[in-house]
Antibody
Framework: QVQLKESGPVLVQASETLSLTCTVS????????VIWVRQPPGKGLEWMGI???????DYNSALKSRLSINRDTSKSQVFLKMNSLQTDDTAIYYC??????WGQGVMVTVSS | DVVLTQTPVSLLISLGGQASISCRSS???????????LHWYLQKPGQSPQLLIY???NRFSGIPDRFSGSGSGTDFTLKISRVEPEDLGVYYC?????????FGAGTKLELK
């Protein structure tokens, strides 16, 4: 059974760095890509970036300068780091297996 | 980046009625391999998005045949026939042909 679970701090100060972990089970990170998507309260979905099964990455153009996605295949974990946080980075952050399976999301609030 | 324009922003439909949602792309979504990576999701209140239709017209596992997708190139449509209460929520299109991938802004389906 495929599962993805996001974890990380629920409150981050503005200007600091957000670090989130997506822990997966039921599939191998060398066989599927993992995507990060976020959703500000009451707004739509924003595609943030992907780490492909070969370890390559692609990022949303608007976030590229602040965002990095990495992984540890031995631990079945994917990591998101985004620096210089602002209050409009407040959102639910999801990780997904390609297009099919989604985690429950983690709500991150950026406080000024 | 590819811009996906979804219309309408919201839909008021009676139970048992039919809904149609348009997703238009700023450039062709036909990949160099000949496939078109345009997918449709439904996000019910308080839940993670769920995949309905992948690659334009293929229903995902467990999705009833009341949901159908069509289109080509830059113009795509999701139709929901015989609307049921569990169909309510926000519908999103996602293109994965071009990097970075992008979502449409969403269409909210509500009961009349």
């Amino acid at each position: 059974q495929v599962q993805l679970k996001e974890s990380g701090p629920v409150l981050v100060q503005a200007s600091e760095t957000l670090s989130l972990t997506c822990t997966v089970s039921g599939f191998s990170l060398t066989n599927y890509g993992v995507i990060w998507v976020r959703q500000p309260p009451g707004k739509g979905l924003e595609w943030m970036g992907i780490i492909w099964r070969n370890g390559n990455t692609d990022y949303n153009s608007a976030l590229k300068s602040r965002l990095s996605i990495n992984r540890d295949t031995s631990k079945s974990q994917v990591f998101l780091k985004m620096n210089s946080l602002q209050t409009d980075d407040t959102a639910i952050y999801y990780c997904t297996r390609e297009i099919e399976d989604w985690g429950q999301g983690v709500m991150v609030t950026v406080s000024s | 980046d590819v811009v996906l324009t979804q219309t309408p922003v919201s839909l008021l439909i009676s139970l048992g009625g039919q809904a149609s949602i348009s997703c238009r792309s700023s450039q062709s979504l036909v990949h160099s391999n000949g496939n078109t990576y345009l997918h449709w999701y439904l996000q019910k209140p308080g839940q993670s998005p769920q995949l309905l239709i992948y690659q334009v017209s293929n229903r995902f596992s467990g999705i009833p045949d009341r949901f159908s997708g069509s289109g080509s190139g830059t113009d795509f449509t999701l139709k929901i026939s015989r609307v049921e209460p569990e169909d309510l929520g926000v519908y999103y299109c996602l293109q994965r042909t071009h990097n970075p991938n992008t979502f449409g802004a969403g269409t909210k389906l509500e009961l009349k």
